[in-house]
């Protein structure tokens, strides 16, 4: 049984940052990557990072460059997201999601066959 747990969410003034976790409970969890990926009231689920499984190569949605940091523990099971910089528009439910499929990071929800239960992000102007 795959389980994503997610931690770190909360309220910050624009401006402040946060750093996300999300704790995962899969075997050879080195062998996949992992996504964040959020969601606004009313709005499609989008990408917002990836990292591949080694953690060496890390892929953003343009709006996020220079502003997030995606990273992984390989020895915790852990994917982290620091988030700089946030804007009223990052305002959302953050989710994780781990690529059982391969160990190369992908933009396509549908490539992440696991998701965490999401935290709450939001970013008051």
């Known amino acids: 049984q795959v389980q994503l747990v997610e931690s770190g969410g909360g309220l910050v003034q624009a401006g402040g940052s946060l750093r996300l976790s999300c704790a995962a409970s899969?075997?050879?969890?080195?062998?996949?990557?992992m996504g964040w990926f959020r969601q606004a009231p009313g709005m499609e689920r989008e990408f917002v990072a990836a990292i591949s499984g080694s953690g060496r190569i890390q892929n953003y949605a343009d709006s996020m460059k220079g502003r997030f940091t995606i990273s992984r523990d390989n020895a915790k099971n852990t994917v982290y997201l620091q988030m700089n910089s946030l804007e009223p528009e990052d305002t959302g439910v953050y989710y994780c999601a781990v690529r059982t499929g391969g160990a190369d990071g992908s933009y396509y929800a549908r490539h992440y066959a696991y998701w965490g239960q999401g935290t709450q992000v939001t970013v008051s102007s």
């Open positions: 899969v075997r050879f969890f080195s062998n996949y990557a």
